[in-house]
C-alpha cells in the first residue's frame, strides 16, 4: 500500500483527492474527499482528466491531471490510492487522449423573451429599440401599461410625462402595441429607439372591472447599460444590466402593481 504525505501530518491508510486539490485522512478508514473540504463515506466526483495509458506501461499507476490546478497526480487502479508524485520516478506528460474527463459546470443559458410573446408582438407589428418593455397576459380584461418617465437630475429630475394608452409618446418613448379587452393572449409594447438619460417607472394598470385573479408577463430587453432597481424599494438589481430581463405577476384585485424601474446614466 503506497503511503503518502498529508497535509499537516503523516498519512498511512487509503486516500483520493479532495474537489480542491488537496489530501488527507479519515479516521480509521478509506478516506472520500467531498465538496466544502469535510471526509465522509459518500463519493464525489473529481476534477480528473484521466490517461488511457497506464504509467509506465502495464503498470497499475494511471497518470491523472487536476482539471482546476493542472497540477500531476498518480492514481493506483488496484488499491484505489493516489499520490501527489510519480511514483516510478516519471516526469509529467499532460494527458492528450483522456476518458472520464469532468466537464466545468455548466453555464446557465442567457435568459431571453417567452417564444409565445415574441409571437403575439410579431403578429402585432410590435416594433424594438435599443430599450424595449413588453406585457402579455392570457384573459378577456384590460390591462394598461404604464411608464413614468423622470428627467435626469441634470434637469432637476423633474417628471416628463407617463406612457400610457391615451399619451402614446413621451420623449423618445412609444407605446406602440395597446390592446383592450376582448380576445385572450394580448400583448403591449413599448420601445425606445435611442434611449434618453433619465428615471423609467413600469407599472401595470388593471383597467376593466375585476373578474378573477390575471396573472401576466413582462419582459424587458436593453441594449443600453441600464441601473435596474425595484420600484417599490429603490433596492438595485443589476448596477449595470444589459440584455433580457422576465418576471411574472398576479392581479388578485383591481390595483396597479409597480413592476421595474431604471436609470439611463448620462
Known amino acids: 500500500m503506497f503511503a503518502g504525505s498529508q497535509q499537516g501530518g503523516s498519512y498511512g491508510g487509503p486516500m483520493v483527492i479532495q474537489q480542491d486539490g488537496t489530501y488527507g485522512r479519515s479516521s480509521g478508514g478509506a478516506m472520500v474527499g467531498q465538496q466544502g473540504g469535510s471526509y465522509g463515506q459518500a463519493y464525489q466526483p473529481f476534477p480528473w482528466a484521466e490517461t488511457v495509458k497506464s504509467v509506465p506501461p502495464n503498470s497499475p499507476w494511471t497518470q491523472l491531471q487536476c482539471a482546476t490546478t493542472g497540477r500531476a497526480y498518480y492514481k493506483n487502479e488496484a488499491t484505489n490510492n493516489v499520490c501527489s508524485f510519480d511514483p516510478h520516478g516519471y516526469p509529467f506528460v499532460?494527458?492528450?487522449?483522456?476518458?472520464?474527463?469532468?466537464?466545468?459546470?455548466?453555464?446557465?443559458?442567457?435568459?431571453?423573451?417567452?417564444?409565445?410573446?415574441?409571437?403575439?408582438?410579431?403578429?402585432?407589428?410590435?416594433?424594438?429599440?435599443?430599450?424595449?418593455?413588453?406585457?402579455?397576459?392570457?384573459?378577456?380584461?384590460?390591462?394598461?401599461?404604464?411608464?413614468?418617465?423622470?428627467?435626469?437630475?441634470?434637469?432637476?429630475?423633474?417628471?416628463?410625462?407617463?406612457?400610457?394608452?391615451?399619451?402614446?409618446?413621451?420623449?423618445?418613448?412609444?407605446?406602440?402595441?395597446?390592446?383592450?379587452?376582448?380576445?385572450?393572449?394580448?400583448?403591449?409594447?413599448?420601445?425606445?429607439?435611442?434611449?434618453?438619460?433619465?428615471t423609467f417607472k413600469y407599472t401595470v394598470n388593471h383597467y376593466s372591472a375585476f373578474q378573477s385573479p390575471v396573472s401576466f408577463q413582462v419582459c424587458l430587453q436593453s441594449e443600453v447599460p441600464l441601473r435596474l432597481f425595484d420600484p417599490n424599494t429603490n433596492d438595485t438589481i443589476n448596477p449595470n444590466f444589459i440584455g433580457v430581463w422576465n418576471t411574472k405577476g398576479t392581479f388578485e384585485k383591481k390595483t396597479t402593481i409597480p413592476v421595474i424601474a431604471w436609470e439611463v446614466a448620462e
Do not use: F
Not at 499532460?94 to 423573451?113: C, D, F, L, N, S
Not at 403578429?123 to 401599461?145: E, F, Q, R, Y
Open 94 to 198: 499532460p494527458a492528450v487522449q483522456t476518458r472520464g474527463a469532468i466537464a466545468p459546470p455548466a453555464q446557465a443559458a442567457p435568459p431571453k423573451m417567452d417564444s409565445e410573446m415574441a409571437e403575439l408582438l410579431a403578429k402585432a407589428g410590435a416594433k424594438s429599440g435599443a430599450i424595449t418593455i413588453s406585457l402579455m397576459w392570457d384573459h378577456t380584461v384590460d390591462l394598461d401599461t404604464q411608464v413614468e418617465c423622470i428627467g435626469p437630475p441634470s434637469k432637476g429630475s423633474k417628471k416628463i410625462g407617463r406612457i400610457t394608452y391615451n399619451n402614446k409618446r413621451v420623449g423618445n418613448g412609444q407605446l406602440d402595441v395597446d390592446m383592450t379587452t376582448g380576445q385572450k393572449g394580448k400583448v403591449e409594447n413599448v420601445y425606445w429607439k435611442t434611449p434618453e438619460a433619465g
